[in-house]
């Protein structure tokens, strides 16, 4: 099913480009309102109805901002008690895919992708490329989240797509360089990474003095500073495409206008909220219909639908070898484990680890967070203790502490 929302994505993208020259994202950030969507949704959508009620709207008024601003915001467990997947009919349930955060708050937010909505961001996915000149076919490098398994090598190639991915768990100097002469020998001119590992491969390019020209690099799941962009394409001499987004769909957004700045895909209800954070409606998510949910990354309203992404600053952990290792790194391994309540990272300076946890984790799978950290931090010594946490001013729990 995956691979063929992938496919159908790519044709609605390239048959929306080839009638109307011009990339699709365009198309996605002009204003519509979903008043068709809501009122099947209303009718046919189990629980949504109820829902609408217990937010405080009347369900037979499409909302306006006005109503949505006086009415209470959407949490998670509004979604989990509404839509979850004892909630849903089995037809939508065989025809979506299983998904989850990568668990910023400490436990992943499970849920589900209607197909629909899959293909529709494969589309858009697609079309991010597009800004930057990729199609079908060209050669191209995924520096993030692969790790290699036993028997494999930091460079794998899958063909039939002709990409490449690096692991970005190893990026000392030695594999970086490796890295470097992949893209030189095979002349790769597309890079699709995480800021936080395009941060440290351009900072080892520039202390080698090395050149790399490039035509895109496409970079996702974490916050991007104006200053890595603008060196970025100044140094690769490419387009760097910052495609923003929240897995639970309630917003998205690319570098469209401006490089430093993001605007809103794709037909989303939105108002600004009094810490700079802002309250959305997207009714094209058919699974988890959102209604005023708070996207609690802080967005800074510049203008029309431009927008600067601020307060998601990285973390970063040590590996034994000296480098440093993005905290996104250790969300896609902590994202297995379903019956875990909540759990924090601690890193200490001797570089020892402590990872502190409720919920349940058996015996196997306190080995295979183990060997997930040794693959990202190296031979490091690391405990288990059990609703041992580390708070900060705000009583929160944050999954990730350097001490």
Known sequence: MDFISSVLGV?????????????????????????????????????????????????????????????????????????????????????????SSSGSTGKPFEFRIFVLQWIEEQARVYSSFRLGGYSIGKKMVIFRSYSPKSGEKNIKEVKWKNWIYFNSFSVDEENLMIYYNYLIKYNIKFIRTYPSTLSTFLAFLKSKNLKLNLKMIHVSSENISDKLILESEEYFDCKLVNYYGQVEQAILGVNLFDSCSISILPYTSWYKLEDNTIASMNLINLTNPLINYQVNDHLIHLNNNQFKVVGRSNVFLKHVNGYSVSTINFYTLMQKFTNLIKWQIIQKNDLTVTLSYQGKLSLEEKKQILVGIYDRLGDVSLSFKYNEFKFNGEGKINPIVIL
């Open 11 to 99: 044709f609605i993208s390239t048959t929306y480009e080839f009638i109307f020259r011009k990339n699709l994202l365009y198309s996605r950030i002009k204003p519509k309102n979903h008043k068709l969507n809501w009122f099947l949704l209303i009718l046919f959508r189990k629980n949504f109805k109820v829902y609408i009620q217990d937010l405080g709207l009347n369900p037979w008024k499409y909302p306006t901002i006005e109503s949505l601003k006086k009415a209470r915001l959407t949490t998670k467990k509004d979604i989990k008690k509404y839509f979850s997947s004892k909630s849903t009919s089995v037809l939508l349930n065989f025809f979506s895919l299983k998904m």
